[in-house]
């Protein structure tokens, strides 16, 4: 069984997981240093969020389909991105294995790998919330 009930349960978790990265200032602007487009495609449930940099000023998440052109696209099911966000996935080892796959600028995606990992506990605390608001 999914992590995730549904697609909007998906959607909802990632709008506040991101809402409290942006309000991270030393994750966002070391992500906004980047100006990428990152575009991630979920699967079971489907869903995609794109997250913008690219005017190096403020961080846009968009939820669903848009026009954007990512620099960057991830594909996975959700449980790998839940996983990822637990710290639990190695994003280099699941795009060896086949768990995740890319188009684009990938280098450039692994290398704010590391400005993500303080993310790692945020993300426990968005899925308690979210839970308790349930």
Same mark, same amino acid.
């Given at each position: 069984m999914s992590r995730f *009930?549904? *697609?909007? !349960?998906?959607? /909802?978790v990632m709008e506040? @997981?991101?809402?409290? +990265?942006? /309000?991270d200032q030393n994750m966002s602007n070391r992500l906004l240093q980047s100006r @990428? +487009?990152?575009r991630f495609h979920y699967k079971d449930p489907d869903g995609w969020v794109t997250v913008d940099g690219s005017d190096g000023k403020e961080i846009k998440v968009s939820i669903g389909h848009n026009e954007l052109k990512p620099d960057v696209e991830m594909f996975m099911? /959700?449980?790998v991105? !839940? !996983?990822?966000w637990l710290g639990k996935e190695n994003p $280099?080892? /699941?795009l #060896? *294995?086949?768990? =995740?796959?890319?188009?684009?600028?990938?280098?450039? $995606? #692994?290398a704010l790998l590391p400005v993500l990992k303080p993310a790692f506990e945020i993300y426990?605390?968005?899925?308690?919330? =979210?839970?308790?608001?349930a």
């Amino acid at each position: 069984m999914s992590r995730f *009930t549904n *697609t909007q !349960h998906l959607y /909802a978790v990632m709008e506040e @997981l991101w809402s409290r +990265i942006k /309000a991270d200032q030393n994750m966002s602007n070391r992500l906004l240093q980047s100006r @990428l +487009i990152v575009r991630f495609h979920y699967k079971d449930p489907d869903g995609w969020v794109t997250v913008d940099g690219s005017d190096g000023k403020e961080i846009k998440v968009s939820i669903g389909h848009n026009e954007l052109k990512p620099d960057v696209e991830m594909f996975m099911k /959700a449980d790998v991105a !839940h !996983h990822f966000w637990l710290g639990k996935e190695n994003p $280099a080892l /699941a795009l #060896l *294995t086949g768990k =995740m796959q890319s188009k684009g600028q990938v280098n450039k $995606a #692994l290398a704010l790998l590391p400005v993500l990992k303080p993310a790692f506990e945020i993300y426990p605390g968005v899925l308690e919330d =979210m839970e308790k608001s349930a």
